[in-house]
């Protein structure tokens, strides 16, 4: 799993760290950015031994800024990108990995980036981080969930906002609106990211995944059918437990 231009994977007791790795580009999001994270994603889904993932940038100025649009509008024909896309849903893959996911954020977050790091659930940003949705004004819109991750995290009118008017947020407005849980000096990102990992690392496994499913898929369904999923994935959680002892 080591042979990849893009991205650098790696794991060391428990964690997963994927690198997203084109720093002279920002870390521009492109087609071989997107095969190799599908290749690591599937691989961590199906890890037994990876307990929690870290996603962080390379380089000084760029968590990820955004997608090389000339790469994707460079694709094969309508019919085999469309049949691509279907078979390497990344963003799908992204949503349904079992394992937490902390994004770790700086320098620029634009675009792709933020729908990245939208993507994870939760969100560490240095105080240098800069967000930004620029897509309206090049006269497309969102194409990796933007639309449907940004207002469950900010709420719709603010996320709106964002869409349509294009302002650039900073770390501390993020945190205010509910975009990043933390905001940290840029020496202390990888630091704190790392310290919350090994606290989620430390916890029992089955307990943490079921929590984080209960949670995302509680999201989309009625309070009574949520609550109704706690209740049967308290009872495997216990009943797992209760076994294992």
């Not at 991750?149 to 349509?164: H, S």
């Not at 650039?168 to 509910?178: R, S, T």
Request: glycine fraction near 8%.
């Amino acid at each position: 799993m080591s042979d990849f231009s893009t991205i650098i994977y790696e794991k060391s007791d428990g964690i997963a760290y994927i690198t997203l790795n084109r720093p002279k580009f920002l870390n521009v999001y492109n087609i071989q950015m997107r095969d190799e994270l599908y290749q690591v994603l599937g691989a961590i889904r199906e890890d037994c031994e990876v307990r929690v993932a870290i996603l962080k940038g390379a380089g000084e100025k760029a968590f990820c800024a955004g997608a090389d649009l000339k790469d994707f509008l460079l694709a094969p024909s309508p019919i085999i990108a469309r049949q691509v896309r279907w078979e390497r849903d990344i963003w799908g893959l992204f949503l349904n990995i079992p394992q937490p996911l902390i994004a770790a954020v700086h320098g620029y977050v634009l675009g792709s980036g933020i729908e990245m790091a939208l993507c994870c659930d939760i969100r560490i940003a240095s105080d240098d981080t800069r967000f930004g949705l620029p897509e309206v004004g090049l006269g497309i819109i969102p194409a990796a969930g933007g639309t449907q991750t940004l207002p469950r995290v900010i709420g719709p009118g603010k996320a709106l906002e964002m869409l349509l008017t294009d302002p650039w947020i900073n770390a501390e407005q993020a945190q205010k609106v509910g975009l990043v849980n933390l905001v940290v000096p840029k020496d202390e990102l990888l630091k704190r990211a790392e310290a919350m990992a090994r606290q989620i690392a430390s916890f029992n496994p089955f307990a943490v995944r079921c929590a984080k499913k209960a949670v995302l898929r509680g999201l989309d369904i009625a309070l009574e059918q949520g609550l109704d999923l706690e209740k049967r994935l308290a009872f495997q959680v216990v009943s797992v437990a209760s076994h294992g002892s």
